[in-house]
């Protein structure tokens, strides 16, 4: 009932027992005593019909600011705080990143193509565009394909720039094999990796863990005494990890590092018998060695335009989230997303011509869950 509405049920009220009160200082009379008895008649069923709650009935309900329905007398405040969107797991997530990319590159072996054009990596707003779109979608860093060549060292610097420019981390993936994949000489690795200890061992967008993180890969290649001269004057400053693909092989070589990152970007998590067991065994064997264990997962694959026959499909999605899924299973200190754009092995999340975005979409709801009240 409105306020005008309640006062015209209030003075209505009024003005009758004022009647009453008049009659009855008059003498009585048969035809005082029947107006007397109608009167109190309509009174009583004046009163009878006030306005008040049925029994059992709700408040009448308002709309909130959010356009939802909400009781009158709403309850206290609690401390429980509002659900909001925050991360599903803490563990950093780290794409694999490539700055190889010349304009003409886009010509071989692709499928296709970057929404931002057929880029250079020497592009330093294409980096910074990669580097914000990583973060929106819950990546805390990129892994950096590297080795000592000057066109690399330069692009490398440009990175490093930006990265500490948008508050992102970078770790590096040390390329020791050859187009060929046949393993550099020894004493090249070594200079590359002194290069990187004294230019950047001490940068802050290196400091995703207590050291830098360098993993090498291809150390399979190697032998022990090589491995050895390398990482004997540098374990001091970063953390070098291998890149075995299993148990026995990464154990012939933990001594000398500090951990393993499997690159794996051609399982299929639906076909391949012990996928998950693999990625726990190798996780347990690096961590009881107390190295860092990086797991892969990635969203899909295709080798044909490479020479080779795997191909391995997205199914819009499904294929990242059970891999991501697979990989925090193995109690990682890292999941090492393969990649970001690598674009001949069709294993890309950047946005592109035949995706869009989605790949980012769906690691953004792979990273973030809404918590229940606590």
């Not at 939802?68 to 709403?74: E, K």
């Not at 792979?366 to 229940?372: A, K, L, N, Q």
């Amino acid at each position: 009932m409105s306020l005008k509405r309640l006062d015209e049920h209030r003075n209505g009220k009024s003005s009758g027992w004022r009647r009453l009160t008049h009659l009855l200082s008059q003498p009585l009379s048969l035809g005082l005593l029947s107006a007397l008895a109608i009167l109190i008649v309509a009174l009583a069923v004046q009163i009878s019909s006030s306005p008040g709650p049925l029994p059992g009935a709700s408040p009448t309900p308002i709309s909130s600011p959010l356009g939802t329905n909400a009781p009158a007398n709403p309850p206290p405040a609690t401390s429980t705080p509002p659900a909001t969107e925050e991360p599903a797991d803490s563990t950093p997530v780290l794409a694999y990143y490539y700055i190889w990319f010349d304009v003409q590159s886009w010509n071989r072996a692709k499928t296709d193509y970057p929404l931002l054009g057929r880029y250079s990596s020497d592009d330093a707003a294409v980096m910074r565009q990669h580097i914000q779109w990583a973060q929106e979608a819950g990546i805390d860093g990129f892994i950096v394909s590297w080795k000592g060549r000057d066109k690399l060292n330069r692009r490398l610097d440009q990175l490093v720039q930006i990265a500490g420019e948008e508050d992102f981390k970078l770790a590096i993936i040390y390329e020791s094999l050859d187009f060929e994949r046949n393993p550099l000489p020894v004493e090249q690795v070594n200079d590359d990796l002194n290069y990187f200890v004294d230019r950047y061992a001490e940068h802050p967008v290196f400091d995703l863990f207590e050291k830098p993180m360098v993993i090498w890969a291809g150390t399979w290649e190697f032998s022990l005494e090589e491995i050895q001269s390398v990482v004997q004057d540098k374990r001091e400053w970063i953390f070098i990890l291998a890149s075995e693909k299993n148990v026995k092989d990464y154990q012939r070589v933990a001594q000398l590092v500090d951990g393993d990152a499997y690159y794996w970007s051609s399982v299929n998590p639906d076909t391949h018998r012990g996928y998950a067991e693999k990625l726990m065994a190798m996780g347990e064997a690096v961590h009881e060695n107390g190295g860092l264990w990086v797991a892969p997962a990635a969203p899909g694959y295709d080798s044909r335009l490479l020479g080779g026959t795997t191909v391995i499909d997205r199914k819009e999605g499904e294929t990242l989230r059970t891999e991501m899924e697979t990989a925090l299973g193995s109690a990682p200190d890292a999941i090492g997303l393969i990649s970001w754009n690598e674009f001949s092995e069709n294993s890309h999340i950047e946005p592109s011509e035949n995706h869009g975005d989605r790949y980012l979409e769906v690691l953004a709801e792979t990273r973030r869950i809404t918590p229940s009240p606590k």
